[in-house]
């Protein structure tokens, strides 16, 4: 856990302690749940199991409060899906049921991709029942159940009470909060979630606390920053059915995103698969080094043997070089691919090879989810502009358009690609330019001669 959210925790339940946070009205205390084995399991003495008091709502009223959580179903029900139970702040439900088109179907893929069976060594897994292209959509889902990321303190505790003592109060007050939001779920679907793998046996989590922690995704649309908190803090926990079954893989073979008029998780293909391959999703950042990884995957119970994991010493230097998130990548990695931008010469300020290396090193490693990927395919779109190479532009501009599609389901137009985003515009000019140059060349040279 990083410095800054410690001290905010610190903070947080000394404010909760001395009583000046007032819960009633509204103040959101936040913490996060331990990992790992804790000793100080339920209620110190003193202290009563609590009474949910979230306000459950139907998704047309209008009735609740911005930053009051409320449990709901959504997206309001059609005939054809089933809605997801949610809790959710009044304002994240009026962003969801005011998205337009919302409750549009959950798309299908025909024929179908996928199935669920054992994954030796890992459990249940997600398995390619037939080849599938980069881009293409896997499963998309309606989730069983939303419910915030963070975990809110529910009334004040006791001056006695310890930090570790006051997250288990937390975590079971919580956990009273979930079984009436199960008991609002259809019996098929509660059974289906109850099924699901739980990493938190063992840390005081409840059973469904436990399996949220086990298989919830986050995405950057399901994001209430409304009550003052991070993208981090004020995220939503999504917990699917079938993708829940999808294991980690620092070379993960998909995306995934949330959907919001169809209100589905959904997963593509950021690389071909073929049939019979592990379809898998990542649970960490994978362009971090082999330690920081495997520090966090522990965390779910994930002791990682991907390619990269068991050779690190290979794996991560050009895992370092894709990363231009955490800074690690070279620090001219832009300056020295942009150079062709204020130098028209060809070759050497056009040069691909850096590019093609930086390639070759996201797909080696398979990181072709990562922004570096798009960067360095987009990078060589214009790079190979700026030399007039008009079918090496469409070229990268048609796998650009691919990982749009991957990464959230943007469709990108045939006309977009076949302008190369306007760049094909500019191979055109620096064609041009470079027949007039040559004529040019080839004139002085007749002049000097005469
Ligand atoms: C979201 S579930 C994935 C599906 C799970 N295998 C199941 O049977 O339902 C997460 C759990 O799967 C297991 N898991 C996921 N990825 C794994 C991996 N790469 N290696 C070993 N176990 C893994 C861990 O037990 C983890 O807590």
Aim: hydrophobic letters at 35%.
């Amino acid at each position: 856990m990083p410095p800054d959210e410690r001290t905010l925790e610190n903070l947080l339940f000394n404010l909760l302690k001395s009583g000046a946070l007032n819960l009633d009205e509204g103040t959101k205390a936040v913490l996060r749940a331990p990992c790992g084995v804790v000793s100080d399991r339920g209620l110190p003495d003193g202290m009563e199991p609590h009474e949910p008091n979230c306000r459950h709502f139907d998704p047309a009223s209008p009735e609740y409060g911005d930053d009051e959580f409320i449990i709901t179903q959504l997206p309001p029900a059609t005939a054809a899906e089933a809605s997801t139970v949610c809790m959710v702040s009044g304002r994240m439900a009026r962003i969801i049921v005011n998205t337009p088109d919302i409750g549009t179907a959950v798309p299908r893929p025909t024929p179908s991709t996928y199935c669920i069976k054992e994954a030796p060594g890992k459990g249940l897994g997600m398995y390619a029942t037939r080849d599938i292209r980069a881009g293409e959509l896997i499963v998309a889902e309606r989730p069983l159940l939303i419910v915030p990321v963070s975990m809110y303190a529910r009334r004040p505790y006791p001056s006695t009470v310890t930090k570790e003592q006051g997250l288990q109060v937390m975590m079971a007050d919580t956990e009273r909060e979930y079984e009436v939001m199960l008991e609002k779920m259809a019996p098929a679907n509660r059974a289906a979630y109850m099924a699901l793998a739980n990493s938190h046996r063992f840390d005081g989590s409840g059973p469904i606390l436990g399996v949220i922690r086990t298989n919830g995704f986050g995405d950057e649309c399901m994001v209430d920053s409304g009550l003052g908190l991070s993208n981090e803090t004020g995220g939503f926990s999504i917990i699917c059915n079938d993708m829940s079954r999808m294991n980690h893989d620092c070379a993960h073979n998909t995306t995934r995103y949330f959907d919001m008029p169809s209100f589905s998780m959904q997963a593509r293909a950021i690389r071909d698969i073929k049939i019979g391959d592990e379809i898998t999703t990542n649970y960490c950042h994978t362009l971090e080094p082999f330690a920081t990884r495997h520090e966090i995957l522990a965390r779910y119970d994930v002791k990682c043997t991907c390619a990269l994991c068991t050779n690190p010493s290979e794996s991560d230097p050009l895992l370092a070089q894709c990363d231009i998130v955490h800074g690690r990548a070279p620090p001219n990695f832009e300056k020295r691919n942009r150079a062709w931008f204020t130098d028209f010469s060809v070759p050497n300020s056009t040069d691909v090879k850096p590019l093609l290396s930086d390639l070759v090193a996201h797909i080696k490693t398979g990181q072709e989810a990562s922004g570096g990927y798009a960067f360095t395919l987009f990078e060589l779109m214009k790079t190979y502009a700026a030399r007039g190479d008009i079918k090496n532009t469409r070229a990268y501009a048609r796998k650009y358009a691919v990982w749009q599609l991957a990464t959230n389901g943007k469709v990108i137009t045939d006309q977009q690609i076949e302008s190369a985003f306007g760049m094909t515009a500019v191979a055109e000019v620096v064609l041009r330019l470079r027949g007039k140059t040559k004529a040019k060349m080839a004139n002085r040279t007749v002049k000097a001669s005469k």
